[in-house]
């Protein structure tokens, strides 16, 4: 019952907050950092509340690793939430974070000296060429909607290869934290709830650097259209409505994930988590009707298809079936 729970809590809630991220981000593409500010502050609220028992229980982990681990945690995700203010798409978002398999794989190579066998190095291959193929064609995208002068249509190219660059740096970055975990977590254990709260409740100073773009942009949704929640008939700017949905599904997800990784094999959570991304980039591309061409469709097919063979599904699924075989044949 609970793993059913947790894949609906997943789907409903990741797929949701790609629909809210997007209307944020159509109407004011600047919003990343009042958007992550948002989502860290209501999860850190609620850590602190029900995991860190409003301050009285020590953590598992010493702080000094959590402070480490959270100075890369809130890099990636103000990086990544700012990359949509560079000319970026929502979709090639999605898919370029998908890649995480690449740099988890080049980082391992270079930090943990592991060594893959030619499938994963194939599969890890097909990612990459996936990611090439919708990265050019966005770019081709980027210069050919550009119908103002020529100057403009270079500076939105050059805009979009900023992000393209942050993408990349958040993506190294996110494999490399992984790596510090899983170090952590052979040291002291695992403690996914309380990982969560001190990633989100240490980075919270950091955001007074950000202070004024946050303070802008809560202006700015404080004079957006006025809007009437249904059912409670409370009336707040719409923009608001949608930073409050963004908060609530993307907890949804996140707890989602949670329990997951608590019932299930890795590979499951594995498996669930690279559906669920296919099925926002569908949510986003049919929703918003994002340009999606047929060179498109190709480089996303060989990106799910590069992190199934990773993951070894087909193996393990033959291996989950052979086994209640076995089982009867005993009997």
């Known amino acids: 019952m609970r793993p059913a729970l947790a894949v609906g809590l997943v789907f409903a809630g990741c797929c949701s907050n790609v629909i809210f991220l997007e209307l944020l981000a159509r109407k004011h593409p600047g919003c990343g950092n009042i958007v992550t500010f948002a989502q860290f502050l209501f999860i850190a609220v609620e850590g602190f509340l029900f995991e860190a028992d409003l301050g009285r229980k020590p953590p598992a982990i010493p702080i000094r690793y959590y402070a480490i681990m959270v100075t890369m945690f809130f890099t990636v995700s103000v990086v990544n939430n700012y990359a949509l203010n560079l000319n970026i798409a929502m979709p090639l978002h999605m898919i370029f974070r998908s890649g995480s398999l690449i740099a988890n794989m080049i980082l391992g190579i270079i930090i943990l000296k592991k060594r893959y066998s030619i499938f994963k190095y194939t599969s890890i291959a097909l990612v990459s060429v996936g990611i090439f193929i919708c990265t050019f064609m966005s770019a081709k995208q980027v210069t050919s909607q550009s119908s103002l002068s020529e100057n403009d249509g270079f500076q939105a190219f050059v805009w979009w290869l900023l992000g393209i ?143 199934l063979m990773y993951t070894e599904v087909w193996n393990n699924l033959g291996t989950t079936k052979s086994e209640p075989q076995k089982d009867k044949k005993k009997n």
């Open 165 to 307: 660059g942050a993408l990349t740096f958040a993506l190294l970055m996110s494999a490399r934290m992984g790596i510090f975990q899983e170090t952590l977590y052979k040291q002291f254990g695992k403690h996914s709830k309380e990982a969560l709260f001190y990633n989100h409740a240490l980075p919270l100073p950091g955001f007074i650097f950000l202070a004024s773009d946050i303070y802008d942009h809560a202006v700015l949704f404080n004079k957006s259209e006025l809007y009437e929640i249904p059912g409670i008939g409370v009336t707040l700017p719409i923009m608001w409505f949608y930073l409050l949905m963004n908060i609530i599904t993307q907890y949804v997800c996140i707890r989602g994930v949670f329990i997951l990784t608590t019932e299930c094999a890795s590979l499951t959570v594995t498996l669930v988590v690279t559906l669920r991304k296919f099925v926002s980039l569908i949510f986003s591309i049919l929703y918003f009707q994002n340009p999606f061409t047929l060179w498109h469709w190709l480089g996303t097919l060989f990106v799910f298809i590069g992190t």
